[in-house]
Structure formats: structure tokens, C-alpha cells
């Protein structure tokens, strides 16, 4: 654990010397939040029927999908870019060489992107409520484990780029792929309902559809546990045997790399 925090901690002072821009990007964030809410005003009548079962306001809904896209976009890239930067630099040669187990390695060489995607996801979500939108808080708690669950569906394809960055150097259009696709199929700014028949069969594959379907049900619309169960179960199976598939890559590539001895070039 006290690896995982020295990283952290690490990443965080450097990131203290961008002090401006990091607020001035929180400023702007929480001032993106009076747009959505007018023009999602504008469209109510038209989306409130194909988000009934998921609270029915669609300024809450797309609010939801905007602070989801935050979360999915650092657990795709934070991993990537921690690892390309650490390469670059020529420290990830060294961290290897230290007592830290791989896995929190990884963990803490992720984090602190994570935990800034959270807070802004967390600010994006705080001006939605001054502006209206409730939340049924005593489903909190499970609702934080699918977020946790969405995290580890979407670290899991991170490392998969992470490998592709060990051996050629390069994730190429993965993340911009995932990404693209998960917007476009996972339900962030419509219903799935809504799409085509011929990509709602692309959606089921898609942890987003998943997450965002559970979460809003639980927080804004009446659903209960066992309501979304089937929901949660299929985002855990793709969390678990995405991060099973992601650390075997991952550790193959690893293995490639010091054989090929071109972890200290870049």
C-alpha cells in the first residue's frame, strides 16, 4: 500500500506544478454543468420516454453518461501514458527492479489520474444536484461498486494498450476505439433503447451498457438490487476475465521486452 501512495504522491507534486490550468479545468468543468442542464431542458419531451425506467429527467441521465466518459477515458489512458512517460524518462526500467509486486506497480503508477477523473466526475455531479437533481443516496454504496466494477472492465483494456506500448511502442487507435465505441454504444448520452437493432447486439459487449443502465436505475429511478443483479453479474464477468486476459498479455509483453532488451529504449 505504501507503494501504491509513493506513486501517488509522486505523480501528484508533479502534477502541483500545473496549478492554474488545473483549476482554471475544474472551473470550466463546473461551469459546463449550466449548458447541459439547458439543453437537456430543451430535449426533455422528446428523450423522457426511452430513459422512463432510468429516473425519466434527461438532464440527470446525460449528467450521469458525461461523469461516466471521465472515469472510462483515465481508466483506459492513465496506465498507457504512466508507462510511455516512465519509459521515456528511463524510471520504469528501475521500478521493476524494486520489491514492489507488478500489480500494485501498476496500480499506483495509474492512480492518481484515476483519482482526478473521480473528482471531476464527483464536481460534474455535485452542480447537477444544486441544479435540481436528486438522488436516492441509500443506494450509494452499491452504486460505488459498479464504479469500481467499471473501472476494472476498462483498466483490463488499458493494459492491453500498456502491452501494445512495451512491444511496439505504440497503442495505435485502441483507446481512441474503445472509447469511441463505448460512447456510441454504452448509453452515455442515449438510451441503448434508441439504437439500431443492428448495433444494440454490439451494445451487450460494451461494460458501459452495463454500468450506466445499473447506476442510473439504483440512483435516480426506483430499481432495486435484484433488479439490476443481471446488469452487475455481466459487468463483473467482463471486469474479471478482461483483467485475467489484460495481465497475461501484459505480462507476456513484459517478458517480450526484457528478452528483446529495449526497456530502457525509446
Do not use: K
Not at 38 to 63: M, T
Not at 85 to 100: H, N
Request: hydrophobic letters at 55%; aromatic letters at 8%.
Amino acid at each position: 500500500m505504501r507503494s501504491i501512495l509513493a506513486l501517488m504522491r509522486a505523480a501528484w507534486l508533479t502534477g502541483l506544478s500545473y496549478r492554474l490550468a488545473t483549476v482554471i479545468s475544474l472551473a470550466g468543468l463546473l461551469a459546463s454543468v449550466v449548458p447541459i442542464y439547458f439543453i437537456s431542458n430543451a430535449v426533455q419531451d422528446v428523450a423522457e420516454a426511452s430513459i422512463a425506467l432510468e429516473g425519466g429527467q434527461y438532464f440527470a441521465f446525460i449528467v450521469f453518461g458525461t461523469a461516466a466518459m471521465y472515469v472510462l477515458a483515465a481508466a483506459l489512458s492513465a496506465l498507457p501514458s504512466a508507462l510511455s512517460g516512465s519509459i521515456g524518462s528511463g524510471t520504469f526500467e528501475s521500478l521493476l527492479v524494486t520489491r514492489t509486486p507488478l500489480p500494485l506497480l501498476l496500480i499506483g503508477m495509474a492512480g492518481y489520474p484515476l483519482l482526478q477523473s473521480l473528482l471531476r466526475a464527483a464536481l460534474l455531479l455535485g452542480g447537477a444536484l444544486v441544479l435540481g437533481v436528486q438522488l436516492r443516496w441509500t443506494m450509494l454504496p452499491p452504486a460505488l461498486g459498479i464504479v469500481a466494477l467499471t473501472i476494472t472492465a476498462y483498466a483490463s483494456i488499458g493494459l492491453l494498450a500498456a502491452s501494445l506500448i512495451l512491444v511496439f511502442r505504440t497503442a495505435g487507435p485502441l483507446i481512441t476505439v474503445v472509447t469511441s465505441g463505448s460512447a456510441l454504444l454504452g448509453g452515455a448520452y442515449y438510451s441503448t433503447t434508441v439504437i439500431p437493432g443492428w448495433l444494440q447486439s454490439l451494445s451487450g459487449i460494451v461494460p458501459l451498457t452495463y454500468a450506466l443502465r445499473s447506476v442510473r436505475r439504483l440512483l435516480l429511478g426506483d430499481a432495486s438490487l435484484v433488479d439490476v443483479s443481471s446488469d452487475v453479474g455481466m459487468l463483473a464477468l467482463l471486469a474479471v476475465t478482461g483483467l485475467a486476459i489484460g495481465m497475461l498479455v501484459f505480462g507476456a509483453a513484459l517478458q517480450h521486452a526484457r528478452r528483446a532488451g529495449t526497456l530502457s529504449q525509446y
